[in-house]
């Protein structure tokens, strides 16, 4: 084995090859962690920034990368992960196959000589192998860290029994999906549309009518929307239409009498369905567009036989918690890399930033623990706890 440095986009592109068979090999399902959406994230949101991608080499083939951006914080060069609200373009790939231990610790040697004193990876699902190697590594190399639970993502198991999945929910959901649905069947005509298997030159139509929709939310009105962010629009564009080249994106549109009300922004890969981006048009609020979106949604998908899994991305609220069948913990840690200021910066860290952020935002602000609510469909059902396919859908 030996460790390799990537330091710059053009050279991630020239590993793209190596790259992208190491994502197929690891637990990673998102396609946006494949390598040329990882420099399109760098060449927008860290133009400037310091990049670097560490790889572990092994017989020519590439077994664990590590790819991060330089930042300031706390008067410190931090190394965080190619990831942000924007889009998740950063995380460990690790082969499973491989020697994991010895490929891990390598990738930590190389952390340990960038001199940055901290490291700080938001978006670590600690019930992930390639983060489990990673956690045990860092404690045999006596590296500390300080690990923060953030929120929890809803998953969707896709068992292709919809009529348990249906009885898995609340009553109260039931009662209040079929009002949803009866009421929109009356007022006209009910359709969703998925376009799937698009040509890149067939996206930009399709994207820009998705978030005209999501504009005319409060997203729009608070000036947060993809249209309103300067360079936002772009990015996904550009984005969407590379993951249209390698089969990959979805875009669901809810129609109400031919007029689309609600869409979702999806990535496919290894038969999961990641949906990323949603939104809906509030002068159609009275239906639950989006609620009733995910209803035709979910019916379809569990009708498809290469579909395993939907994964709502984003924090497990009170709507997303109606539909899921379980969660992953999404978690911070921050490494301190052997240096004294990166050992000074995570003990205070760990013992006073609490303090302070308890102080400026006048109390603890705490995301509720919501459950699954339809958890009781997995109780009979082989799939809990399942990983995604390694293999292409």
């Not at 083939?61 to 889009?87: D, I």
């Not at 993809?226 to 239409?241: N, S």
């Not at 579909?307 to 969660?327: C, F, H, P, Q, V």
């Not at 809990?384 to 390694?390: D, K, N, T, Y």
Request: net charge neutral; with cysteine.
């Amino acid at each position: 084995m030996k460790l390799l440095r990537i330091e710059s986009v053009n050279e991630l592109r020239k590993f793209s090859t190596p790259w992208d068979d190491l994502w197929w090999r690891s637990e990673a399902a998102l396609p946006t962690q494949r390598a040329e959406l990882v420099a399109q994230w760098v060449e927008h949101f860290a133009p400037s920034g310091h990049f670097q991608a560490l790889v572990v080499e092994d017989n020519g083939q590439l077994v664990a990368a590590l790819p991060l951006v330089m930042s300031r914080k706390f008067g410190l060069q931090v190394g965080g992960l190619t990831a942000n609200c924007w889009s998740d373009s950063g995380t460990l790939l690790l082969d499973g196959q491989s020697e994991s231990p010895l490929a891990v610790e390598m990738l930590m040697q190389g952390v340990q000589s960038l001199r940055w004193p901290l490291l700080m990876l938001d978006g670590v699902n600690l019930d992930n192998g390639a983060w489990q190697a990673w956690q045990q590594s860092q404690s045999s190399l006596g590296f500390s860290q300080a690990v923060r639970p953030k929120y929890r993502i809803g998953k969707i198991d896709i068992t292709h029994n919809w009529d348990a999945y249906v009885k898995a929910w609340s009553a109260n959901h039931r009662r209040a999906i079929k009002k949803l649905r009866s009421a929109a069947e009356n007022n006209g005509t009910v359709e969703l549309v998925a376009h799937s298997g698009l040509h890149p030159n067939d996206v930009e139509p399709l994207l820009h009518q998705a978030f005209e929709i999501e504009d005319r939310s409060w997203k729009g009105r608070e000036g947060t929307s993809v249209l309103r962010t300067p360079g936002a629009y772009d990015f996904f564009l550009r984005q969407a239409q590379q993951l249209a080249a390698w089969n990959q994106f979805e875009l669901y549109f809810l129609k109400l009498n031919g007029r689309p009300i609600a869409f979702d922004f999806c990535y496919v890969a290894k038969g999961v369905v990641s949906s990323h981006k949603i939104g809906y048009d509030e002068e159609f609020r009275d239906f639950g567009p989006f609620q009733l979106l995910r209803s035709y949604q979910l019916e379809r998908l569990f009708a498809d036989p290469d579909r395993r899994l939907l994964d709502t991305l984003g924090i497990l609220g009170e709507a997303s918690a109606k539909w899921s069948t379980r969660y992953t913990q999404s978690s911070r840690a921050i490494m301190q890399t052997g240096s004294l200021a990166g050992r000074l910066a995570l003990a205070g860290y760990e013992h006073l930033w609490p303090k302070v952020r308890k102080l400026m935002l006048k109390g603890d602000v705490v995301e509720p623990n919501r459950e699954p609510g339809a958890a009781r469909l997995l109780e009979n059902s082989n799939v809990a706890g399942r990983e995604p396919a390694l293999a292409a859908s």
